[in-house]
């Protein structure tokens, strides 16, 4: 599941040490999920998860926001 992905991937770089561990550092992920056989245009599933990723931005970052079709996204944040 892209959520279980995203999750390691923002582990990943909140446990990395960076310059030495001089430097922290964390994610905020969007995702929109599609069937291969969309006939969504790019754009607009770009636009989706840029939406998914500032809602996950806006609830305190490092977390992961999945982009759902009707009112938002969904509330589910996957802190550090």
């Given at each position: 599941e892209a959520t279980v992905v995203a999750e390691a991937?923002?582990?990943a770089i909140r446990e990395h040490?960076?310059?030495d561990g001089g430097v922290q550092a964390t994610?905020?992920?969007g995702?929109?999920?599609f069937e291969g056989n969309t006939t969504m245009p790019?754009?607009?599933l770009l636009s989706r998860a840029d939406t998914a990723l500032y809602a996950a931005k806006a609830g305190g970052r490092d977390g992961v926001r999945v982009f759902e079709d009707g009112p938002?996204?969904?509330t589910t944040r996957h802190p550090g």
């Open positions: 991937i923002g582990t040490a960076w310059n994610a905020s992920i995702i929109v999920v790019l754009d607009e938002g996204e969904t």
